[in-house]
C-alpha cells in the first residue's frame, strides 16, 4: 500500500521517522516581504517517476515548502521537483508498501497545486505506484534495478543501463543499454527475459511409457431452450391470473382445484431455495455471523468470539472511559447511545452501540471518539493509560472530557483537577472555540455548546501550533464542564433520562452539537474551504470581472434583515 503524507508547521518542526527522505527542521518560504526567492513552478516531471506523462499546469506557483536534505540517494527519491530543482515529491520503499511525501501543505496554504486537475492525477498515481500498479500501461518508465551479467547472476544495474518506457516494455529486446533482469516502474517490478522472443523447441521423442493426453474438449450447454421454455411459462401464469382478476376464467371443481394447488406447490417445493442463495447474515454481540434464514445457521467469524476489537473494527462506534463509578459509566453509555440515534436519524452516520474502554488494555485506535465523564474525586491516569492515550491522539482520535459540573467550581479548582488527572498528557495550548471556528458549521450553524448547563465554553486545542497531536489543524482535544452526556442520554425506548435546564430547546441545541462535534472528527476541517471560495470560482470560469458581482448564498433576503 501508500502512506501519502503532506507537509505543514508541525512536520517542518519536528519530523518523525516515517518520512521518506531526511528533511531540513524549519519550512523554506518563496515570496514575501523577507524573502530572497520568487514562488515557485513545478517542472516537468522526470521519465522514471510515476507522474511521468502528466501536463505540469503552468499557472502553478510553491511559496512555502519542506526543504529535503541533500543526499546521495536523494535523486532516485524524487518523483516531482520545482523549477529550481528542489523537490516537492519524494518516496521511498519501506517492506511491502511505499511512503510518498508531499512537501507542500494539502491545501493552498503553501501552494494552489490543490486547485489543478493535476493534483487529483498525482494522488492517483501515487496510491497505484503504492499498490504496486499503474493507472495506464503506457505512461511512465522503468528503471533497472537488478540486471543479469555474463554468467546470468542478478546484480545491481551498471552506469550503462537506462530506463524503458512503459510503452516498449512488451515488446523491448534485451540489448547492451536494456539489459535482462528487474526494472521498476508504474507497474511494481517487472522482469524483462534474457531470451525474450525465442521459442522452446518442441519435443519430438518422448518415453515409450508415456501417454500423450490432448486438449480436453470444451463442454458447452445450450441454455436458449430452457429459459425461452421458462419464459412462456411465466407469461402463461400471467395470462391466467389476470383472466382470474376479471373473472373470466372458467370456476373449477373442488377437486380440480385441490388438485392444481397439489401440482404448484410441488413445483414450487422442487426449486431451489432462492433465500439460500442471497448473503442474509447479521453480526451477534458475540462476534458470530447468524444467518437469516429458517434454519438459522450460525456461521462464526474465526477468532472473534472473545475479542470485542474485531466489532469495533467491523462497525464505527464510540467509546468511553470507563471510571469505575458504575452510575456514571452507565450514564455515559446511554448519552452516547442517544448521539448515536440522533446520528443515524439525521446523517448518514450510523453508528454501532458504545464500548466501555480501559486505557490500559483496550485498542483505542478502533474508536474515532472517546468520551470521558470525569468523576468526583479521580485519581490521576497511570503512566501506561497516559501514554497509550497520547500515542491515540497522535494517531487521529479526539478526546473529549467532560467535568460536568456546570460551573459550579471555581476555574481554579477544576484546572488544578485536571492537570492533577491528566498530569503527562501530550496537550498543546488550549483555547475557547473561536466564533467563526468550523465546528459551529460543521452541520448546524450554531452560536452556542449547551449541554445540561447552558452558556458553557468549550476549550479546544489553538489553531496554528506546532504541538497539535493529530498535526492537520483539527482539534484532538475537547474539554467543557457542560455535561453533555446527560443531555444527550437516552433509554431503549427512546425516552429522555435526565432533566435539562433549558428544557426541550436547550436539549435539541445540545443534540445539534453532538452532530456538529462528531461530523468535526470524522471530516476535519472541510467546510473551512468555504473562505477559499472566490479562487474556487475564479478557478471554474464563473466568476465575474467585477468582484463586487459575487454573492455568496445566505438566509437574508435581498432587502437585508426585517
Not at 521459442?199 to 463442454?219: F, H, T
Not at 470485542?308 to 453509555?333: H, I, Q
Request: proline residues 9%.
Amino acid at each position: 500500500g501508500a502512506l501519502i503524507r503532506f507537509a505543514g508547521p508541525r512536520l517542518a518542526a519536528q519530523g518523525d521517522d516515517l518520512l521518506p527522505v531526511p528533511i531540513r527542521r524549519a519550512a523554506r518560504a518563496l515570496g514575501g516581504a523577507l524573502a530572497w526567492d520568487e514562488p515557485q513552478a513545478l517542472a516537468p516531471f522526470p521519465d522514471t517517476s510515476p507522474f511521468s506523462g502528466l501536463k505540469v499546469p503552468p499557472d502553478v506557483r510553491v511559496t512555502q515548502q519542506v526543504l529535503a536534505r541533500p543526499g546521495p540517494d536523494l535523486a532516485q527519491h524524487t518523483w516531482a521537483r520545482l523549477a529550481d530543482g528542489s523537490p516537492l515529491v519524494t518516496a521511498d520503499t519501506r517492506g511491502t508498501g511505499t511512503i510518498i511525501l508531499f512537501h507542500i501543505t494539502a491545501g493552498p496554504d503553501w501552494a494552489n497545486l490543490s486547485y489543478s486537475g493535476t493534483f487529483s492525477q498525482m494522488l492517483r498515481r501515487a496510491i497505484a505506484a503504492g499498490r504496486g500498479e499503474a493507472s495506464d500501461e503506457g505512461e511512465g518508465a522503468y528503471t533497472p534495478k537488478l540486471t543479469l551479467d555474463g554468467y546470468g547472476r542478478l546484480a545491481p544495474a551498471g552506469p550503462s543501463a537506462a530506463p524503458l518506457k512503459a510503452a516498449d516494455f512488451a515488446v523491448q529486446t534485451p540489448s547492451e543499454v536494456h539489459p535482462p533482469g528487474l526494472y521498476q516502474g508504474p507497474s511494481g517490478t517487472r522482469a524483462l527475459n534474457a531470451a525474450r522472443g525465442a521459442k522452446p523447441a518442441l519435443i519430438s521423442s518422448w518415453p515409450a511409457s508415456a501417454r500423450l493426453i490432448g486438449d480436453a474438449e470444451a463442454r458447452s450447454l445450450r441454455l436458449a431452450g430452457p429459459l425461452l421454455a421458462g419464459a412462456a411459462l411465466l407469461l402463461a401464469l400471467d395470462l391466467m391470473i389476470a383472466l382470474l382478476v376479471a373473472g373470466r376464467l372458467p370456476r373449477f371443481g373442488r377437486r380440480a382445484s385441490a388438485a392444481i394447488i397439489f401440482a404448484c406447490a410441488i413445483l414450487f417445493a422442487a426449486s431451489p431455495d432462492a433465500s439460500a442463495q442471497a448473503y442474509q447474515y447479521e453480526l451477534m454481540p458475540d462476534g458470530t455471523y447468524r444467518r437469516v434464514t429458517a434454519d438459522a445457521r450460525i456461521i462464526p467469524l474465526p477468532g472473534s468470539a472473545n475479542d470485542p476489537s474485531v466489532a469495533a473494527a467491523l462497525s464505527m462506534r464510540f467509546g468511553y472511559v470507563k471510571t469505575g463509578d458504575t452510575a456514571l459509566d452507565e450514564r455515559t453509555r446511554a448519552g452516547l447511545f442517544g448521539l448515536s440515534n440522533v446520528l443515524t436519524l439525521r446523517t448518514s452516520v450510523e453508528p454501532a452501540p458504545p464500548d466501555a474502554l480501559d486505557l490500559e488494555e483496550s485498542p483505542l485506535e478502533l474508536y474515532p471518539l472517546i468520551y470521558f465523564s470525569v468523576p468526583e474525586g479521580a485519581a490521576p491516569l497511570s503512566d501506561r493509560a497516559i501514554a497509550r492515550l497520547n500515542a491515540y491522539l497522535r494517531s487521529g482520535g479526539a478526546l473529549i472530557i467532560d467535568t460536568r459540573d456546570g460551573g459550579d467550581a471555581g476555574t481554579d479548582t477544576r484546572i488544578s483537577r485536571l492537570e492533577g488527572l491528566l498530569e503527562g498528557l501530550d496537550a498543546p495550548p488550549l483555547q475557547p472555540v473561536p466564533e467563526n471556528h468550523v465546528l459551529t458549521r460543521s452541520f448546524y450553524l450554531l452560536t452556542g455548546f449547551p449541554g445540561r448547563y447552558p452558556d458553557r465554553r468549550l476549550w479546544i486545542e489553538k489553531e496554528g501550533t506546532a504541538s497539535q497531536p493529530r498535526g492537520d489543524g483539527v482539534s484532538a482535544l475537547f474539554i467543557g464542564d457542560a455535561d453533555w452526556i446527560s443531555a444527550w442520554a437516552i433509554d431503549a425506548q427512546g425516552r429522555d433520562l435526565y432533566s435539562v435546564d433549558g428544557g426541550a430547546q436547550q436539549r435539541e441545541m445540545a443534540r445539534r452539537f453532538g452532530v456538529n462535534l462528531v461530523m468535526y472528527i470524522l471530516t476535519g476541517s472541510y467546510k473551512d474551504d468555504q473562505v477559499h471560495l472566490p479562487a474556487l470560482l475564479e478557478r471554474l470560469g464563473e466568476r465575474d470581472e467585477d468582484n463586487s458581482n459575487i454573492r455568496l448564498p445566505t438566509n437574508i433576503p435581498d432587502g437585508g434583515p426585517r
